[in-house]
C-alpha cells in the first residue's frame, strides 16, 4: 500500500520507501503539505498547515476565516483569477467569455495500478501490485467543468507521476481551455537553485544552475518540439545538494512538443513550480461530455543530490517507460553511413563498408538519408518513401540481403514527419503540410512539415512505410526530424480549433508510432531529431533509444553526455565514434578517446570503416570486443557521475551493476598538462565489503578503499587522454 487517506483530517499520504507526498482539502481546496522526506504515518496529520492572516492585497475567499487566501495558500492545481495571483495551473474561457471558475473537492478514489493516459505516452506498472493510483475529483458547477487530478506513486521507487484529466459536464455550453498543466508543486521556502538543461543543435543539455530568486524562472518550447534549446525538465535542488549529497526535486515532462517549466518565487519566499503543455499559441474546444487529459509529468525526489535523483529517473526510464522487446535487450553495435558517405553512395559501397563492419565485429549496419526518390542533396524527395534505384539499382530488399549476408542486421533512415516541396508527395497533396491559407510557408533544410494531425497523412505515412519493412529484412529504424514549425495551422481543422494544431500534431504522431512500432515489434527504432532535438521522454515511450547529438567531437560528447544523463538513462543515448577532424568542429582526438566516449552510450562508428589503417583496425577490434563484454553493465548498471565536464579539464563516471559486484570506471582528460599534480579519483556505488580485481588481472583492491581513498590515476600522455578501470568482484 502506498496511498491512505485520513478521512478525519482529509489528508491523503502518498508514500515510497524514502519521500512522502501529502496532500489536504482545505475548505474544499487540495492544498499541498508537503513533499520530501518520508514521514511516519501515525494518523495524525493535523496541524501541519500554517495560515497566517495577511494585508487586504491577499483577498480571503472565505468569510469566517481571513486567514485563508488563495494568494498565500500552497496548492496542488492553482486557478487565476479568484484571488491567487501566482502562476496558475489551468485556466478555461466559459461560452459567456468569462474566465473564472472555482474548483472545489467532489470524490476520490484510490485503487492498484496505474492507468494509462488515453492517447498519450507515460509511465506505466507492469503489475497492478507495484503501483498505486489516487484520483482526486474537482468540480466547479456553473460551468460543469470538472478536472480530476491523478497522482501515481510505486512503492519501491521515490516518485509521484501526476497529470489532469478537464471534462466538461454534458449538457454544459462549450468552453475553451486556455492553459492546462500537469503539475503544480507550492515548496514552502526559496532556498533552492534550479537546474535545467539548454543549449542548441550540436550542444544539447547543458547543465544551468542558479539560485531561484523573487520573479520567475523560466524554460519552455514554442518550436513544436521539446528542442535542443531547452528540455522539457526542471529539477528544484538544495544549495548545498552536490551529486552525492542534499535534496533534489526533480520535474520531467512527457512529452515532446511546446512545453513550459517555471519556478516563481513569490512575496512570502514560497516557491511555486509548474511544468506542462506550453500555454502560449495554445487553446482547445472543450464540447460538453468531452474530456482532455494532460501529459504526465514525473516528479522524483532525493535526499541523495543529483546523482539519486538521476539514478532514479534512469531506473524507472529504461524500465517503466521504455516498452518492447528491445527494452531489455543488449543493444546492436551500429555502424552508420552519414558522416561516411552522406548523400554519395552505391550499393557496392554501402556493401563494403558493412564487410568491413563484419570484419570488426559490428553488428548492424544503418543506411542513412539518400536512399530514396532522387535525393542527391537535401533539396527534395522527402515525403516520396520510394527507392532511387539509380543508387541502389537492385532495390532495397537486395541491398538488405547482401548486408545480411554479410553478417550484420540491415537498419534504415527515415524522416516520416516531413515533406519536401520538390517531391511527388508536395505536388499531389500541397495542403497536407502545416500552413496557413495567404501566408509563405517557410522552409527549413528545404523542406516543409507534414501535418500529422490529419488521418489522410498518418495513414499514408503508416502505409508507405509498413509496405517497406514488410518487403526488407529490416531490424532498426532511425526516425528523424530536422526542423521545428512555422505557420502552424492545419487545412483539416476549423477556424476555431487552429490553436489546437501543434498539440494535435504531437497526438497525431504518437497514435501514428503507436500503431507502427505495435506492427513491427521486432524493429527498435531510434528517434532523433537532428540529434537531440526530441530526446525527451514522450518519444522514448515509442523508441528505446535516441540519437544524442549530431556533434559527435568527444570533447564535445562528455558535455552532451554528462548533462543527458541528468534525467536520461545510458540505454537511450546513441553514441558514435566519428572521423577526425571532426565534422562539426574540426578538432583532431585520440581514436581511443573517441571510443570511451561512445562505449559510455550505445555504441556505434559513423565513418567510412573500409578507410581504417592497419593499427586503427586493431584498436577498433579491440574497443568492440570490450563493448561486448560491458554493454550489459554499460547499459543496465546505476551511473554514478564523478567528475563534471562543466568543471574543468577532466571528466568522469561509472557504471555500477546492480548487485555492485561489477563496475566500470571511465576517465577522461582533455588537455595535456604540464608536470601534473598525482591525482585520485574517489569512486562511488561499490559495495564497501567487496574486494574487487582489477582489469582481469590478479590486482585487488577492497571497494572502501576505491571509495574512501580513492583510484590511482595512471599517468598519461597528451591531449584526449582516457582510462577505462574494470573492476569485478569475486
Ligand atoms: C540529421 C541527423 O541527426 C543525422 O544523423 C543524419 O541522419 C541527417 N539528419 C540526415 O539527413
Known amino acids: 500500500m502506498s496511498i491512505t487517506h485520513h478521512p478525519s483530517e482529509n489528508v491523503f499520504h502518498l508514500f515510497s520507501k524514502e ?7 482545505v475548505r474544499g481546496y487540495p492544498v499541498h503539505l508537503h513533499w520530501g522526506k518520508r514521514l511516519r504515518d501515525d494518523g495524525n496529520w493535523s496541524g501541519m498547515l500554517q495560515l497566517a492572516e495577511r494585508a487586504s492585497f491577499s483577498p480571503n475567499p472565505v468569510a469566517d476565516d481571513y486567514r485563508v487566501s488563495l494568494d498565500t495558500l500552497p496548492q496542488e492545481y492553482p486557478q487565476y483569477g479568484t484571488s491567487d495571483f501566482r502562476e496558475p495551473a489551468y485556466q478555461v474561457q466559459l461560452s459567456d467569455g468569462t474566465r473564472i471558475t472555482e474548483l472545489s473537492y467532489r470524490s476520490h478514489r484510490i485503487y492498484a495500478g496505474k492507468p494509462k493516459l488515453e492517447g498519450l505516452p507515460a509511465v506505466y506498472a507492469e503489475a497492478d501490485g507495484e503501483a498505486q493510483t489516487l484520483e482526486l475529483e474537482l468540480a466547479d458547477d456553473y460551468s460543469g467543468l ?48 534550479c537546474l535545467y538543461l539548454t543549449g542548441a543543435w550540436a550542444r544539447e543539455r547543458h547543465i544551468e544552475r542558479r539560485r531561484v530568486a523573487p520573479g520567475a524562472t523560466r524554460i519552455e518550447s514554442r518550436r513544436g518540439a521539446s528542442s535542443h534549446t531547452m528540455n522539457p525538465f526542471m529539477a528544484l535542488v538544495r544549495p548545498n545538494a552536490d551529486e552525492d549529497q542534499g535534496e533534489a526535486f526533480g520535474f520531467s515532462l512527457v512529452y515532446s512538443g511546446n512545453f513550459l517549466a517555471q519556478a516563481e518565487v513569490e512575496q512570502f519566499g514560497m516557491t511555486r513550480v509548474s511544468i506542462g503543455l506550453n500555454p502560449f499559441d495554445f487553446s482547445w474546444k472543450l464540447e460538453a461530455g468531452e474530456t482532455f487529459q494532460t501529459p504526465e509529468a514525473v516528479l522524483v525526489y532525493s535526499a541523495e543530490g543529483l546523482g539519486g535523483m538521476s539514478r532514479t529517473y534512469h531506473r524507472l526510464y529504461r524500465t517503466r517507460l521504455c516498452r518492447g522487446v528491445h527494452r531489455d535487450r543488449p543493444r546492436p553495435i551500429l555502424a552508420n553511413n552519414w558522416e561516411a558517405t552522406y548523400f554519395d553512395f552505391n550499393a557496392d559501397k554501402i556493401e563494403s563498408i558493412a564487410k568491413a563492419g563484419a570484419e570488426l565485429g559490428i553488428e548492424l549496419f544503418v543506411l542513412d538519408d539518400g536512399w530514396f526518390g532522387k535525393r542527391d542533396n537535401d533539396h527534395s524527395s522527402l515525403g516520396d518513401w520510394v527507392v532511387d534505384r539509380k543508387k541502389l539499382p537492385n532495390g532495397l530488399r537486395d541491398l538488405a540481403e547482401r548486408v545480411n549476408k554479410a553478417g550484420l542486421q540491415f537498419g534504415l533512415w527515415f524522416e516520416p514527419e516531413m515533406v519536401s516541396p520538390d517531391s511527388d508527395l508536395y505536388r499531389a497533396h500541397p495542403d497536407w503540410c502545416l500552413h496557413v491559407p495567404g501566408r509563405r510557408r517557410t522552409e527549413a533544410r528545404h523542406q516543409l512539415i507534414l501535418d500529422m494531425s490529419r488521418q489522410d497523412v498518418r495513414d499514408y505515412l503508416y502505409g508507405a512505410l509498413s509496405e517497406i519493412f514488410s518487403a526488407c529484412p529490416i531490424s532498426y529504424v532511425k526516425w528523424d526530424m530536422n526542423r521545428n514549425m512555422s505557420e502552424i495551422g492545419s487545412a483539416a481543422l476549423p477556424e476555431d480549433r487552429q490553436l489546437e494544431t501543434a498539440h494535435r500534431y504531437m497526438l497525431g504522431l504518437y497514435e501514428l508510432l503507436e500503431r507502427i512500432t505495435s506492427s513491427f515489434p521486432h524493429i527498435l527504432f531510434e528517434s532523433c531529431s537532428g540529434g537531440g532535438g526530441r530526446f525527451d521522454p514522450g518519444m522514448l515511450y515509442y523508441m528505446p533509444q535516441t540519437w544524442t547529438s549530431d556533434d559527435t567531437d568527444a570533447v564535445e560528447r562528455l558535455k552532451i553526455q554528462y548533462g543527458t544523463s541528468i534525467v536520461y538513462p545510458v540505454s537511450a543515448m546513441g553514441a558514435h565514434v566519428s572521423d577526425v577532424p571532426n565534422h562539426q568542429v574540426h578538432r583532431v582526438t585520440s581514436l581511443t578517446m573517441r571510443g570511451d566516449v561512445a562505449m559510455s552510450g550505445n555504441f556505434g562508428y559513423e565513418l567510412d570503416l573500409t578507410k581504417f589503417s592497419g593499427e586503427e583496425k586493431e584498436i577498433v577490434k579491440q574497443q568492440v570486443a570490450a563493448y ?7 547499459q543496465t548498471g546505476d551511473m554514478y557521475r564523478l567528475k563534471s565536464p562543466f568543471e574543468g579539464n577532466e571528466t568522469a563516471w561509472t557504471f555500477v551493476s546492480e548487485d555492485r559486484r561489477e563496475a566500470a570506471v571511465f576517465y577522461f582528460r582533455t588537455l595535456a598538462e604540464p608536470n601534473p599534480p598525482l591525482r585520485r579519483l574517489k569512486l562511488r556505488g561499490l559495495d564497501p565489503e567487496l574486494a574487487y580485481r582489477v582489469n582481469g588481472s590478479d590486482d585487488r583492491i577492497a571497494g572502501d578503499r576505491l571509495m574512501v581513498y580513492g583510484w590511482n590515476i595512471p599517468p598519461l600522455q597528451g591531449d584526449f587522454a582516457s582510462v577505462v578501470l574494470r573492476l569485478q568482484a569475486e
Open 146 to 193: 470538472t478536472v480530476t487530478l491523478l497522482y501515481t506513486v510505486f512503492e519501491e521507487r521515490n516518485f509521484v507521476t501526476r497529470s489532469a484529466r478537464l471534462s466538461l459536464r454534458e449538457g454544459a455550453p462549450g468552453l475553451r481551455i486556455r492553459r492546462a498543466l500537469s503539475a503544480s508543486v507550492d515548496f514552502h521556502d526559496g532556498d533552492y537553485e
Open 19 to 25: 519521500m512522502s507526498y501529502v496532500i489536504q482539502i
Open 628 to 634: 561486448k563484454e560491458l554493454r550489459g553493465l554499460i
